[in-house]
Nanobody, 125 residues
């Protein structure tokens, strides 16, 4: 499975962006998928996850209510809708797939077998 993330860019605080992650391979929709972000010099941190069938979602506290994760099984694509962006959201965002270690572990980068290349999101104040 290969993942291709896109949709990053420069936006003013309060604005919105939608990230996409196109997957090759039929198994992508079988497993949980997620979004992580990383600022240079800091560890990669969990942002959001969604179960294989889309019934379950999980978010880090700082983005809950502002970000929405979704997936389109027919298009084999993962999305992250980001609203009311703040400068602290500035980071490289990575999509990840192939998490089969159980829902309680979806917040751990080590749970994911596949990673996209990252897309930069910059939020100006």
């Amino acid at each position: 499975v290969q993942l291709q993330a896109s949709g990053g860019g420069l936006v003013q605080a309060g604005g919105s962006l939608r990230l996409s992650c196109a997957a090759s391979g039929r198994t992508f929709s079988t497993y949980a998928a997620g979004w992580f972000r990383q600022v240079p010099g800091k560890e990669r941190e969990f942002v959001a996850a969604i179960s294989g069938n889309g019934a379950l979602t999980s978010y880090r506290d700082s983005v809950r209510g502002r970000f929405t994760i979704s997936r389109d099984t027919a298009k084999n694509t993962l999305y992250l809708q980001m609203n009311r962006l703040i400068p602290e959201d500035t980071a490289i965002y990575y999509c990840a797939g192939g998490s089969d270690l159980g829902w309680t572990k979806v917040g751990r980068p080590s749970s994911y077998a596949y990673w996209g290349q990252g897309t930069l999101v910059t939020v100006s104040s």
